[in-house]
């Protein structure tokens, strides 16, 4: 090599190497517990491209936070080199299929994820025949944890949340009838439709109108003015944020004015930020508030937009959280796969930007959900 | 009501038809189904996007987008058809490699942009929508319907009083033929291709506008629907093009409109085959039924 | 052996997805060889992994029967479209298989019996790969079979010249009629061994995209040649898997080979391969 490109190579070796010995001193401000010094790896399967990109995108980027915090101290994994080795399965299920396969056979000990129901079907069983705990951070339908024994869910199901939002908003808005719209050929939407009617007739509401779209829809003219026509007391949503946005605005474009309420599809900051006051006192079923006050949520929040330049929604909440949860068992000793299942199952309580939660006998999170209002700049909890 | 719902498949329709215009511009002119069409529309969209996020105002940053637009279709023909054609290949072979080209500029946009959806922050966008009577539409929407029509004519003007537009028709209608007359085969394939992705171009900005939303999935599905639009119209028939638009517009409306919300898509399709079966060259298509 | 066998455990859901992919390409492929641009193949394979799973679910039928008589409906949907799409020629007939297609897909999703846009879950995962492997190397003998009659040849015939076929006395409507027929029995064998080896189907995995990397492989491998497809298969299967480093980049590179390939080697890689033989 010429003189001064050994140089330049050198000094740049040389500032390499500097960060590691500052970083050095702060890892040891972090604790000592009983699986330091041991390498744990955890294993994330989310879609970050394709379809559910846009919710897979959200959880990569909390868990390379979350990467970051565990160099940096702010997540104590007591002293074990503890990390996320996030893998795209591209919405496409049979990568997810591979994956989960060589996550259950290359010494991972825990698998978090996958980013869609229908995906969790999929590939969980792969998990269950190889013995290795799963923990779904956006899987919301039903049957999902009784796919096995070491099966678990960080993620509020539509089943926990909307019978809470059916009778928070019930006794409030006094709806004697209602409109359901929910989108009909996506597994989330739908189940949030359907447990919407079937709460809502419980509590005595008659449905008077009931619409579908397709995921991918972006004119609702013709559901709504259908729903309009119809005058219900209250306009459901079963959607996720990209049409709910458009739902809403197309309603007021329309002249509805009715109150409308949905589901967690709808807790994300961008329906504000599309619809403006529109979307003002939409009510929001859901398993996190950007504002909420629990452990390190205001300080996560911030990190993520100061990293990413966009806030960290439902998706990206939930999966930091279960990062938290994960720190939290290692710090405790447990570092392999045997040992994942029983730690979670034994688990107590973990503190958690969504709050403390626990996993109830069937494995799914047992932690309140929150019933939130959109207004500008935010959520508002409903009153 | 039915008076807003004939309204609101009106306005669907101008969408479809401004999209199934380019379609089948290049299917009549070269017998090739452009699956990246749909890549151009999305690609267009964010370009205004970016465009107005530079700070310029939106009566340049859309015509330049939408003659960017046109240029892109030259590259694509470039790359993709235009060897295909030195070999003579089968209509198969360009279907293919248009797959490629919309896998390849998909890439090209989740990279740069995400997939996040985009809004423009432009004020006409937050007018209040108009009423005439009991029906409600926006200016976004009149300004699509207009378009439509506006281009759907000066199209119509270019293909007949135009030496561009006679040279057009002409391979449409004979490839050796045209070129044992003396036209330029490439330089008038080039010009349709501009032609023919510039208003797709065009309907992707109109499509962002209209739903205020630029997201790199937003061809998907008008890409199968612009099919049904094309077959319904004849493929090849400008006018069969903007007739079918607005037809398969008004049939999905009323479709959710009568209750069958699920079956909307079914319907179209529906229709798309049964047109296949019955009468291929659609309302207006003039080409016979062609072998592979 | 440990090395396989560990081999083995670490990559058998790949083995089995190439497996069935194969599958799918050669059921394609037949239609191709007769020139017809029939692209329902998905169609056919979601038809077949639906009854298979429902029988399976609701009456516990074993994996045979069950793919079976998965296979047979299949093969009957494959001889009805053939009736009404008989007079239909190149993009014509794909755009209408293709409509067909997303007909099939919608009413999977709304009907009740097949769960919805919720799918189908907790399909005993019979097929193993012995019963992939062993269906790919029983259909594959029987294409090679095939290929030697003369019916075979009146294939070729009609995909090189159709009215020249048919001066010949080739009975066009009976090839094209057989061609969708097997393509339809094939795509529905691996519909019912991809029901039950995925453990649940939804509506989405048998539409457009699927269809659409279908004509991908056959193209990649070579329209004429079914080995050519079955590998066109196998390699674009394996490949997320194997470009996993690329991570974002992936998608790009998946465009670029298709254009390559279809740009410089327009017989697909078994054109390479034979050489400049036909």
Known sequence: ????????????????????????????????????????????????????????????????????????????????????????????????????????TDGTALILGPTLSGEARKGDPIAVAAKTAVVGTSTTADGITSLGPCVFRVSLSEAQVVPATVAHTKAVWKYKTAAIIYGDDNAFTKTDGDIFKTQLEKAGVSIV???????????????????????????????????????????????????????????????????????????VGAAWSINGNYTGNKSFVERFKKRYGVEPDQFGAQAYAAAQLVAQLVKEGKATKDEMCPALRELRVAQTVLGPIAFDPGRDVSAAPVILQIEKGGFAYFH | MVGQQLVNGLFLGAVYALFAIGYTLVFGVLDILNLAHAAI???????????????????????????????????????????????????LIPLISSIGMAIIFGAIARGIYGPDERQFALAFLQTPPLHAGPLTFTIVQLVILGSAIAFMLGLAWVMRATALGRAIRAVAEDRVAAALLGIDLER?????????????????ILT????????????????????????????????????????????????????????????????????????????????????? | MNVLADFYAAHSKLIDQVGIDALLALSLSISLQAGQLALAQAAFMGVAAYISAVLALNAHWTLLPAMLVATLCSTIVAGLLALPV???????????????????????????????????????????????????????????????????????????????????????????????AIGGAIAGLAGALYAHSNFFITPADFGFGRMEQILVWCVIGGITSPLGAAIGAALLTILPEAIRALA????????????????????GLAGIRLGKRR
């Not at chain 3, 980049?249 to 390939?261: C, K, Q, S, T």
Request: aromatic share 8%; proline share 3%.
């Open chain 1, 209 to 283: 109108d009931t619409e579908t779209f397709h995921v991918g829809d972006k004119d609702f003219a013709a559901s709504l003015t259908k729903i309009k026509a119809a005058k219900p007391d209250v306009i459901v949503l079963g959607a996720l944020a990209e049409e709910a946005e458009k739902i809403i605005q197309q309603a007021s474009t329309l002249g509805i004015k009715t109150h409308m309420m949905g589901g967690n599809g709808l807790n994300s900051t961008k329906i504000y930020d599309y619809a403006g006051p529109a979307a003002a006192g939409v009510v």
């Open chain 2, 208 to 292: 962002a506008l209209q739903y205020n939303s630029v997201q790199i999935d937003m061809g998907g599905q008008i890409e199968l629907k612009g099919l049904a639009v094309i077959v319904l119209g004849g493929m090849g028939s400008i006018t069969g093009a903007v007739i079918g638009g607005f037809v398969i517009g008004m049939v999905e409306t009323l479709a959710v409109a009568f209750g069958l919300s699920e079956w909307r898509d079914a319907i179209s399709y529906g229709v798309m085959f049964l047109i296949l079966i019955v009468r291929p060259t659609g309302l207006f298509g003039k080409r016979s039924l062609r072998t592979a």
């Open chain 2, 188 to 204: 008038t394939i080039g010009a349709t291709f501009f032609i023919a992705s510039a208003l797709g171009g065009l309907a992707g």
């Open chain 3, 248 to 267: 974002d980049y992936r998608d790009f590179v998946n465009g670029i080979i298709l254009l390559v390939v279809v740009l410089f080697a327009p017989r």
């Open chain 3, 86 to 180: 008989r007079r239909l020629r190149g993009i014509f007939l794909a755009i209408a298989t293709i409509a067909f297609g997303e007909i099939v897909r919608i009413v999977a999703n709304n009907l009740a019996i097949s769960g919805g846009a919720e799918g189908l879950s907790g399909i005993p995962p019979d097929a193993t790969t012995p019963w992939i492997y062993g269906t790919l190397v029983i259909v594959s003998t029987g294409l090679w079979f095939f290929s030697r009659t003369k019916f075979a040849l009146a294939i070729a015939l009609v995909r090189e010249d159709e009215s020249a076929a048919r001066g010949v006395g080739v009975d066009v409507g009976l090839v094209r009629f057989t061609t969708l």
């Open chain 2, 41 to 91: 529309f999305m690609l267009a969209a964010f370009a205004t996007w970016s465009l107005l996020g530079a700070g310029l105002p939106f009566w340049l940053a859309a015509p330049i987008a939408i003659a960017g637009a046109g240029v892109l279709g030259i590259v694509l023909d470039r790359i993709a058809f235009a060897p295909l054609r030195r070999r003579a290949a089968p209509n």
């Open chain 1, 1 to 104: 090599m010429k003189r001064p490109v050994f140089f330049a190579f050198a000094l740049a070796a040389t500032c390499a190497l500097i960060p590691t010995a500052v970083v050095g001193p702060s890892l040891a401000a972090t604790t000592k517990g009983p699986a330091a010094g041991k390498t744990v790896k955890v294993g994330v399967i989310a879609d970050v491209t394709g379809s559910a990109a846009v919710y897979g995108v959200q959880q990569k980027d909390a868990y390379e936070l979350a990467n970051d915090d565990l160099k940096s101290g702010l997540l104590d994994a007591g002293g074990a080199n503890l990390s996320f080795d996030v893998e795209d399965a591209a919405s496409d299920g049979n990568q997810v299929a591979n994956l989960f396969q060589k996550f259950t």
